[in-house]
């Protein structure tokens, strides 16, 4: 059975930096695309970040430059640096993998930036 775990969360002051995981398991196949997604409460599932293990990669306006997605091959992990986050309310963030063809989403996982 295919698990995506993530794992990453956390409290962190504005300007700080999380490093989220997203980890696919109980599989054969390479993780061919990683995207992420957050979503404050009361709010629609925001996309932020998409990587293709092939090397392209796509950020929204609002973490460009901030956020760095990629996929650690060995790993079968994608990954989501997040460097100079700010304040906000209380941000689930969610990755989904694609194996093959078939899409998993992650469990989720809280980040919270406050000082």
């Known amino acids: 059975q295919v698990q995506v775990v993530e794992s990453g969360g956390g409290l962190v002051q504005p300007g700080g930096s999380l490093r989220l995981s997203c980890v696919a398991s109980?599989?054969?196949?390479?993780?061919?695309?990683v995207a992420w997604y957050r979503q404050a409460q009361g709010n629609q599932r925001e996309w932020i970040a998409t990587?293709?293990?092939?090397?392209?990669?796509n950020y929204a306006d609002s973490v460009k430059g901030r956020f760095a997605v990629s996929i650690d091959n060995a790993k079968n992990e994608g990954i989501l640096q997040m460097n100079n986050l700010q304040l906000e309310d209380p941000v689930v963030y969610y990755c989904?993998?694609?194996?093959?063809?078939?899409?998993?989403w992650g469990q989720g996982t809280q980040v919270t930036v406050s000082s």
């Open positions: 109980g599989t054969a196949f390479d993780m061919n695309i």
């Open positions: 989904k993998a694609t194996l093959r063809t078939r899409e998993y």
């Open positions: 990587r293709l293990r092939a090397g392209a990669y």
